[in-house]
């Protein structure tokens, strides 16, 4: 790479680092909107930034289906919490109880009154024990929604299954008045207009709903979707003080440790390590914003942990290549730059293997593992496919405009050669390591001087 070539890609690195660390952190309004720094957008989890977690009892006898209808269950409840707005939310099932997480809440109690009622819901073709059950919800219905009525007032809209559709067009024929029942006790009245075929419906009120009504309706009949009953064991409210804490000592023990490693780096293996160094930190900046916007990326205290063994592993793999490096121009002749080039090709194979076989454990992780445990292996993923790019693409790009500079003076780049070499060059001649280029290939003296001066 020519000077004036590396003088202009080193002046857009500058200027991409500067950009992203500023555009990390900072706040500022663009129009009508308030741009946030993707640092602070990375969307935390349960035990960094507090929320409601719930425990139910799947309240079901064994059946060939029930784990069918657990599973319908828990995609009813994801969807619920989706619909509403807490897109975080996790949703999940294990010995014989399904889990509901919900983080970084403004409205805890409106959750908590949210996923604390999981509710049978039944029409009914009149009050009292012996009205009959008409349609029962978990059965029959598929969805509820808010919506608007003719004159523009908020009304609760209906969506039938094919079965519910059939026996509520039935019903809409017979009956006149349905009564909806939760958990046994009346909720409210609807007057049927006409029978409905179509398997959708609306229901509006005399006084007209708000949404906080309508949106509280849909919410209980939702809840009576769900294709098992569930018993509520625990419901908790978890402070986010323990998530600040967690996060403050995470941010001071990594600026710590990556201030140790910049150090390190650039004293073992100078120029080298410089390049290293920067190298990190465009992976720092590159994986909080991929943490900030990938949409499956949720941070937890586990995640934080994928992310420290991922930046170990970056600094892993620019120690693997330097190593190669200078065996490489220990036991040969060749000028430095061959030396890169060459320590570049032979450790590609080890950091491919080594990193790949990792990621295989954090595919297998992910897939299987818990909530907690996808976290850190969402986080090791990512932190993987990026540390390969910046130690194989970006490490060795700026060592090549370094390189340009000053290519001749080994100290830079903490390479020595070995007493054997420094033997076979004050006599004329050095034998090189056989890398299947330049083979046979001899070096004077005086060449190995000027490569020094």
Same mark, same amino acid.
């Given at each position: ?32 909107? #308030?741009?946030?720094? /993707? !640092?602070?957008?990375? %969307?935390?989890?349960?035990?960094? &930034?507090?929320?409601? $977690?719930? +425990? ?93 009525? #003719?004159?523009?007032? /908020? !009304?609760?809209?209906? %969506?039938?299954?094919?079965?519910? &559709?059939?026996?509520? $067009?039935? +019903? ?37 709903y708000t949404y906080d009504e309508a949106y509280d309706f849909v919410t209980q009949i939702q809840s009576g979707t769900f294709s098992v009953s569930l018993v509520k064991d625990q419901i908790r409210t978890i402070s986010a003080t323990l998530g600040e804490g967690a996060i403050k000592s995470a941010l001071i023990a990594a600026a710590i440790g990556i201030a140790i490693v910049f150090i390190f780096m650039a004293v073992v293996y100078r120029m080298s390590g410089l390049a290293a160094d920067i190298a990190l930190f465009i992976y720092i900046l590159l994986l909080l914003w991929f943490c900030s916007v990938l949409p499956w990326v949720q941070l937890t205290l586990p995640g934080i942990a994928g992310i420290v063994l991922s930046i170990g592993m970056a600094v892993d793999g620019n120690i693997v290549i330097f190593e190669r490096i200078k065996d490489e121009f220990k036991h040969s002749s060749k000028p430095v ?117």
């Open positions: 790479m020519t000077r004036k070539k590396s003088i202009v890609v080193l002046t857009l690195l500058a200027v991409f680092i500067v950009l992203m660390t500023v555009f990390a952190v900072v706040e500022f309004p663009i129009g009508l909107y #308030d741009y946030t720094g /993707y !640092a602070k957008t990375i %969307k935390l989890g349960l035990d960094l &930034s507090g929320g409601v $977690s719930a +425990v139910f009892i799947v309240d079901e006898p064994e059946t060939d289906d029930l784990q069918t209808r657990i599973d319908g269950t828990v995609q009813g409840l994801q969807n619920l919490l989706v619909s509403k707005g807490y897109t975080e939310s996790v949703v999940s099932y294990a010995n014989g109880k399904i889990r509901v997480e919900v983080p970084d809440i403004d409205d805890p109690e409106k959750v908590l009154e949210l996923i604390g009622r999981p509710q049978s819901l039944e029409f009914r073709d009149g009050e009292g024990a012996t009205a009959k059950v008409l349609i029962v919800g978990r059965d029959h219905i598929e969805n509820a929604y808010v919506t608007y009525d #003719d004159d523009g007032n /908020y !009304a609760v809209g209906l %969506k039938f299954n094919s079965e519910g &559709s059939k026996i509520f $067009s039935e +019903v809409t024929a017979n009956y006149k008045t349905i009564y909806i029942y939760a958990n046994n006790e009346l909720y409210t009245t609807v007057s049927v207009n006409s029978a409905i075929t179509n398997g959708q419906c609306i229901i509006t009120s005399s006084k007209g730059s061959t030396c890169v080039k060459t320590g570049f090709k032979r450790s590609l194979g080890a950091i491919i293997d080594g990193n790949v076989t990792t990621l295989i454990g954090a595919i297998v992780l992910w897939i299987v593992g818990s909530a907690s445990i996808s976290g850190f292996a969402v986080t090791l993923f990512i932190g993987i496919i990026l540390s390969m790019f910046t130690s194989l693409l970006i490490t060795r790009l700026i060592m090549n405009i370094m390189l340009s500079f000053n290519s001749t003076n080994a100290k830079l780049y903490a390479l020595k050669r070995s007493p054997e070499i420094e033997r076979q060059l004050s006599d004329g001649v050095a034998v090189e390591e056989d890398d299947g280029e330049d083979e046979g290939k001899e070096v004077k003296e005086g060449d190995y001087e000027e490569e020094q001066q």
